[in-house]
Structure formats: structure tokens, C-alpha cells
């Protein structure tokens, strides 16, 4: 199983940007055949960045979504409307989506409308630093992942993204990023919660990634971990070199 990359450039770049991103970094990686890799750009950026992708092997996603496929949602992106435009994955559960509200009821419904239109969820889970320091980190992503994957058959298409609120700048005011050594506890854990909920065999073979701070100074000791199947990038994939360097540790 290659290991997944996933750029998650947040409320970055224009359509014009986003292209000259690609473009570059399409130079730079040179095919990139060690990882799977996927760029998520804001909405108005999908569709200029599905033409230039057709090019290659790198796989679009979107950074959220509606689990509607239609209706009187106004500003909101449906499922349909992501495949259309050429969507493979979605990201869902991210700790900026939560931090203004979503629940893991909604994420939920969300993971199930992206399996029902043919759309891989990255589904983010993870404790913040004050749960962290109250030593509630098992506690929190096993009830964030019995919720979130309630009636959800398909787990083998759910990318899983442990996501520590407290290795990010928004999270922590330190910024203390996990190492190693954190990262592959808590996705070990979360391998043993999947296989708990599902079988072993579903445990063996769902993608669990880091998303916690990635960058090129870390990467290849992340993505040398057992349990570590690739990374969910912030800040370090808005930069092509950057984000290939990252890429290039994926072996």
C-alpha cells in the first residue's frame, strides 16, 4: 500500500495560484510514484486545478462538504457537485471544521454521503492541548471514532488523519510538535479502535496519516513509522518545493 500525501492548502491561493502550483510542482516531483498524492484547494480553485491534474497521477480533493446532494443550503458544496468537477477524496472532521461547531454527528453524515457518491473521506480526528494535558488523548479519539464511523460500512475507502490539535499553531501556544514517537502511539491506537470496531484485516488495511505539523525537517522520520501510512499537510504544502520534499520521504 503507497502512502498518501494530501496537501490541505486551506483558505490559500487563487485559481491563477493554484495552477502555477501545480504546474511547478508537477516539474519538481517528477512523477511522484513513491505516494498517492492529493491537493486540496478552496472551492474556487477545484475546477482550474481538475484540468491541470488530468495531466498526471495526482488526485484532487476538496477540503469539506454538504451531505446533501441538493437542496436550500445556501454556500454550501454538495457531493454530486465534487464529483462533477472531479473529486476523488474529500477532507471531513478537520479540527478548523470543528472548532467552529461541527459535530462527529454531522461528520458522520458526511462520511456516509461521501461513500454513497464514490468520494474517499480523509477523516480527521484528534485532541487539543488542554485534553492532551489532562491525559485524555485514548479517550477522545475513541469516542471521536465510534461517532464519526457509526453505520459506516466501507471503512477500507475511509483515509483516517490523526490529527493532534495541540502540534499545530492554533492549537497549542507553544507549538510543541509530536514526535515520532507520539505520533506512532496514537496511530497504533487507532489502528487497535479499528480493528476493535471492524476486524483485523480492515485494521491492516485502512491508511492512517499524520496531520499534526508535517514538513520537510520531520517528514522522513514521521513516514518512517510503522503505523504510519502518510501525511495530511498544512502550511509546508503551500510551497511546491516544500510539499515535494515531503512527498520524496514517502518511499
Same mark, same amino acid.
Given at each position: ?46 475546477? !482550474? ?11 484532487? %480533493?476538496? +477540503? ?23 473529486? =476523488?477524496?474529500? /477532507? ?5 471544521? #470543528? ?11 458526511? /462520511? ?19 485534553? #492532551?494535558?489532562?491525559? =485524555? ?6 469516542? +471521536? ?8 460500512? +466501507?471503512? +477500507? ?5 490523526? =490529527? ?30 479499528? %480493528? ?7 485494521? #491492516?488495511?485502512?491508511?492512517? /496519516? ?29 510551497? !511546491? ?11
Amino acid at each position: 500500500m503507497k502512502k498518501l500525501i494530501a496537501a490541505n492548502w486551506k483558505m490559500n491561493k487563487t485559481g491563477e495560484e493554484a495552477v502555477s502550483f501545480v504546474k511547478e510542482f508537477g516539474k519538481t516531483i517528477k512523477g511522484g510514484k513513491n505516494a498517492e498524492i492529493v491537493i486540496c484547494p478552496p472551492f474556487t480553485a477545484l475546477s !482550474a486545478v481538475s484540468a491541470e491534474l488530468k495531466k498526471s497521477n495526482i488526485k484532487l %480533493g476538496a +477540503q469539506n462538504m454538504h451531505h446533501e446532494a441538493s437542496g436550500a443550503f445556501t454556500g454550501e458544496i454538495s457531493p454530486l457537485m465534487l464529483k462533477e468537477i472531479g473529486c =476523488e477524496y474529500v /477532507i471531513l472532521g478537520h479540527s478548523d471544521r #470543528r472548532a467552529i461547531g461541527e459535530t462527529d454527528s454531522l461528520i458522520n453524515k458526511k /462520511i456516509i454521503s461521501a461513500l454513497k457518491n464514490n468520494l474517499k473521506p480523509i477523516l480527521c480526528i484528534g485532541e487539543t492541548h488542554e485534553q #492532551r494535558l489532562k491525559v =485524555e488523548t485514548q479517550d477522545v479519539l475513541e469516542n +471521536q471514532l465510534i461517532k464519526c464511523l457509526q453505520n459506516v460500512e +466501507q471503512i +477500507q475507502k475511509v483515509v483516517i488523519a490523526y =490529527e493532534p490539535v495541540w502540534a499545530i499553531s492554533r492549537g497549542n501556544p507553544s507549538q510543541k510538535a509530536a514526535t515520532k514517537d507520539d505520533a506512532e502511539e496514537a496511530h497504533l491506537f487507532i489502528r487497535k479502535l479499528v %480493528g476493535g470496531i471492524y476486524d483485523e484485516k480492515s485494521a #491492516r488495511e485502512t491508511r492512517i /496519516i499524520y496531520g499534526g505539523s508535517m514538513k520537510p525537517e520531520n517528514a522522513e522520520e514521521l513516514l518512517s513509522m510503522r503505523n504510519i501510512d502518510g501525511g495530511l499537510v498544512g502550511n509546508a504544502s503551500l510551497d !511546491a518545493k516544500s510539499f515535494a520534499e515531503i512527498v520524496k520521504c514517502a518511499k
